[in-house]
């Protein structure tokens, strides 16, 4: 016999069907299979007969819960702050069929076995499960489903509770009044839009806020789950909820505006991603999974935000505190100067004075139309009393009303000031939506449920080594507060401060999340200035050049098109087997795949290109001469403008139409002039100082070359192994909290984004404070260490650490490479690190590392062997770089110098 405990209920199976089974499968390998998919399609199929409409559950397809586990930072999760291995505790409180934490268990395992490779992480029952891998189910099938589910993935030590995801079990260890009774991290898709339910909850150890704004009739049952997965998740860790959209931008429950209260006042929004129909199979509803990091608790956010408006209504000092700079922030974003907020505060003014006031307006005409301020001049004391004494109630009661409104508008900018977020949307048409999903759904007998399309979707990939090809690696390099450059994949995706999806102006201000495709922000023109759109001014040329008449020497393809705005190179490819668009001289071409890529050319000959780059052309050159029309399309905010309207997958391109409506600046034809000159001019001075900025790296490569030969394969010099060459090898660790425990100022925490080949680069740089620190101290930055990117997308990277930051720690997506000085000098280990030959041996090594992760492991690296020429030859060529970068610095200081006097050429003509 066999018995599986769902709660205190036993599951026993007949044992004469249980052998007769067993012989049935034994030929199959099942334990421990990855493909789970054939669960949720006879899952889906056990609930299209009506049961999900009553339960308010639809199953997540596996693609989907798989995203949601490559988009979490279990790098960092799984290492502790002394870099050993960590298991979270994981809860799903509406688990069904289990498959968010069978497959947690997978990824946890393998995110693991990068710091401890003695982990097993076979097919075998793993231990690290017991009470760190929890689910909770309501519907005893399902919770079956999930205890079988756990056996068969090797996690059978996993705990299902039957019983309310909404509800305390101390006895089962999950308790959201106690630390003991949280997790670190929460998955789950609970249920939503169950009629009538509050009548029939019946809870005994847990009491939730929302639940007081649902009336018995309502089905909003998702707010709920909003709520408990704050009392769930402990302080630093880390949420993915699936959730209708409307939890964002619902306006008309207020159970939804608690619900939002409740994101914003707990968790920081670190990534916003909206899936809409074609994703669940029975369920066309738009959902948005909410990916979320749990705000500390010491002290509360709210309690912050709630200082931070005492502080400006008492109008208290705000210099040199961080209320300085998120007040000036709110002001800027309500257009309203701080002269007359604090006119608005002090409550002087008449009321009807502020009817004519941008963001105090709303209130004027608010108050104008309210219950309150009829019932107060219908009242016999304010008829019996004077112009000034009535004018004078009035003035009390409208401050009164609109000083309570603007406390709630000011808390909640408190509460997410300073924060930013991922926003990722999916296609709208049904094609895009299956290449974006990498899967359709198909009801055909014999063939139901989820059908792969291969070589599609961009959710996520099986090779993790680049964050940048797909979005699930995009989030998890967000979680560090990575920003990813915008590649093919920039169509679906944008980050903007949270607080642009909030509108503080509004009448009816409910904290509504209201999240636009794409966020490109229109360009507001000074008073005066003529503005046309480029449809107005240009057009596209459609000429076409007979496939015989192109030549090499004048044919444009997006090929040789030179990114960020470099221009062409010579075509050296194959001539076209059609024809292409014919362009002439003074024509600007813009390579219309990829956008983010920036091509443009001023075209100085006649010639062909083809038809993925568009041809521009001025209407009449009397009002818009030729090369002022390239210097507005070379701004970028024009290539901005050009990724808001994407379409299409794979190769996206700009939206030809669409990009005729872009504004434009259209200047006297003297003032044109006098721009292009400026403009040729800086561009002929910047273009010089590169050439001699690339003229001195490649004389350190041949200096290297001529003195120490080949870093992998030469025979000049013995070779060495980097553990018996360094006194120091090893990574850190992200603070807990990620992002969200970085520090305006104190020790440097140096991350992966921080280093270049060659350079280090300080935009970003995180800091974190002493208790940080302290716990990290074992990776204490020196003088003369070398830095080395381990893992992700920067793997090998390599730079010297700037002397400013020794004393400071890295994170574990860094090494620190600390040699011998007495042996080798650390700038000549850096060069041999960032050649060419020895970059390809790192990539090649890192990608042998894991299945999964790109990373280049310390085993690996204790390994490694490096040339070791006499310490006299050196410090001859240490002397030699130190020249070369003194040189090199004052020339790129020189070119950002001159690029921001480029780049700020229109900002006379711009608002």
């Known amino acids: 016999m066999c018995s599986v405990e769902i709660g205190n209920q036993p599951f026993l199976q007949n044992g004469k069907v249980l052998v007769e089974t067993v012989q049935l499968l034994q030929p199959y390998r099942i334990v421990g299979t990855q493909d789970i998919q054939f669960l949720g399609d006879l899952f889906e199929q056990l609930l299209n007969q009506g049961f999900k409409q009553n339960e308010g559950q639809f199953f997540t397809p596996v693609p989907i819960t798989r995203f949601i586990w490559k988009s979490l930072p279990l790098d960092s999760i799984v290492q502790d702050e002394a870099g050993a291995v960590h298991y979270p505790r994981v809860i799903d409180y509406a688990c069904g069929a289990g498959h968010f934490l069978t497959e947690g268990f997978e990824e946890i395992s393998d995110a693991a076995c990068q710091y401890d ?33 756990f056996y068969m993935h090797g996690a059978g030590q996993g705990n299902v509770v039957f019983g309310d995801g909404l509800e305390n079990y101390p006895d089962k260890g999950i308790d959201s009044r106690t630390d003991r009774g949280r997790f670190d991290i929460l998955v789950a898709n609970p249920p939503y839009s169950v009629a009538a339910f509050k009548p029939h909850l019946k809870l005994h150890n847990n009491e939730l806020k929302v639940l007081e704004t649902i009336s018995d009739s309502g089905s909003e049952i998702e707010t709920l789950f909003v709520e408990r997965a704050a009392q769930l998740v402990r302080p630093g860790g880390y949420a993915a909820i699936v959730l209708p959209t409307s939890i964002l931008d619902k306006s008309t429950s207020s159970s939804f505006m608690a619900a939002r209260d409740v994101l914003l006042s707990s968790f920081e929004i670190v990534s916003i991603a909206r899936f809409g129909s074609g994703t ?30 005492d502080a400006v209504f008492e109008r208290r000092k705000l210099t040199g505190w961080k209320d300085e700079s998120a007040f000036n922030a709110y002001l800027d974003t309500i257009n309203v100067d701080g002269d007359t907020y604090r006119a608005f505060l002090a409550g002087e003014a008449g009321w009807n004075e502020w009817a004519n006031t941008r963001h105090f307006n709303v209130y004027c005409h608010l108050f104008e139309s309210s219950k309150e301020l009829k019932t107060l001049r ?21 401050y009164r009303y609109a000083h309570k409104e603007e406390r709630k508008r000011l808390r909640v900018w408190g509460l997410v000031c300073g924060e930013q977020t991922l926003i990722i949307n999916s296609p709208n048409t049904t094609k895009e939506i299956a290449s974006f999903l990498g899967y359709k759904w198909s009801n055909r007998k014999g063939n139901e449920g989820i059908q792969p399309i291969d070589g599609e979707g961009v959710l996520y990939s099986d090779d993790e080594s680049d964050d940048t090809n797909s979005l699930s690696g995009i989030i998890r390099a967000w979680f560090s507060g990575e920003q990813v450059e915008p590649g093919d994949l ?25 999240i636009p495709r794409s966020f490109y922000k229109p360009r507001s023109f000074a008073q005066g200035t003529v503005v046309k759109t480029l449809r107005d001014i240009t057009s596209y040329v459609t000429n076409s050049v007979a496939q015989s008449s192109i030549t090499t020497d004048t044919y444009v393809t997006t090929e040789n098109m030179v990114k960020d705005r470099g221009g062409i190179t010579a075509y050296s490819g194959e001539l076209p087997a059609s024809a292409g668009t014919a362009y002439k001289k003074g024509d600007t071409l813009v390579s219309n795949i990829r956008p983010y890529l ?11 290109c083809s038809k993925d780059v568009l041809v521009f052309r001025s ?80 004389s350190v490569k041949s200096r290297f070359v001529e003195v120490f030969g080949d870093p992998v394969d030469g025979k000049k010099w013995p070779f060495v192994r980097l553990e018996d060459l360094c006194t120091k090898l090893g990574s850190g660790a992200t603070p807990r909290g990620g992002k969200t425990a970085y520090k305006a100022e104190g020790v440097p925490l140096v991350r992966s984004m921080n280093v270049h080949n060659g350079r280090f680069v300080w935009k970003d740089l995180a800091c974190i404070d002493d208790e940080q620190a302290a716990k990290l101290e074992g990776v204490t930055l020196m003088k003369g260490d070398v830095l080395l990117n381990i893992t ?48 390809r041996l790192l990539l090649n ?57 480029r780049d700020a050429l229109l900002d006379r003509f711009l608002a």
């Open 845 to 901: 090594g890192s990608r042998a590392a894991g299945a999964t992760r790109e990373a280049i492991t310390k085993e690996a690296l204790k390994r490694m062997t490096v040339p070791l020429p006499p310490l006299e030859l050196q410090q001859e060529f240490a002397s030699f770089v130190a020249q070369v970068d003194k040189s090199q610095f004052a020339l790129e200081q020189e070119v950002d110098a001159l690029s921001a006097e």
């Open 619 to 698: 209407i009449n050159t009397d009002s818009l001469l030729p090369e002022f029309l390239h210097l507005l399309l070379w701004q970028k905010d024009f290539f901005d403008y050009d990724m808001s309207t994407f379409t299409g997958t794979g190769r996206p391109r700009g939206d030809k139409n669409e990009l005729l409506k872009y504004p434009i600046p259209v200047p006297t034809l003297s003032e044109q002039r006098a721009l292009i000159d400026g403009f040729n001019r800086l561009t002929d001075e910047i273009n010089s100082k590169r050439q001699q900025i690339a003229a001195l790296k490649e």
């Open 598 to 608: 920036q091509k443009i050319w001023l075209a100085d000959r006649d010639g062909a």
């Open 490 to 514: 920039a169509q679906y995706y944008y980050y903007a401060k949270t607080t642009d999806f909030i509108d503080f102006d509004a009448e009816k201000f409910d904290e509504t999340l209201t």
């Open 378 to 398: 219908k009242s016999k004391t304010w008829k019996a009393a004077d112009k000034n004494s009535q004018l004078k109630a009035e003035n009390e009661l409208f």
């Open 280 to 309: 669940f199979a029975a369920t066309g509803t738009n959902v948005a999974i909410m990916f979320l990091r749990r705000f500390d608790e010491i002290p509360p956010r709210n309690a912050n935000a709630l200082d931070f408006v």
């Open 117 to 149: 490779p003695t982990i097993e992480d076979d097919l075998g029952d793993a231990d690290w499960v017991r009470d760190n891998l929890v689910g909770i189910e309501k519907d005893y099938r399902l919770a079956r489903v999930s205890k079988v589910s």
């Open 792 to 839: 992700g997308a920067s793997v090998a990277r390599s730079c010297l650490l700037p002397d400013e930051l020794a004393g400071g720690r890295v994170n574990q997506h860094v090494s620190i490479v600390r040699v011998d000085q007495k042996r080798m000098l650390p700038v000549l280990l850096n060069t041999v690190l960032i050649s060419d030959s020895y970059q």
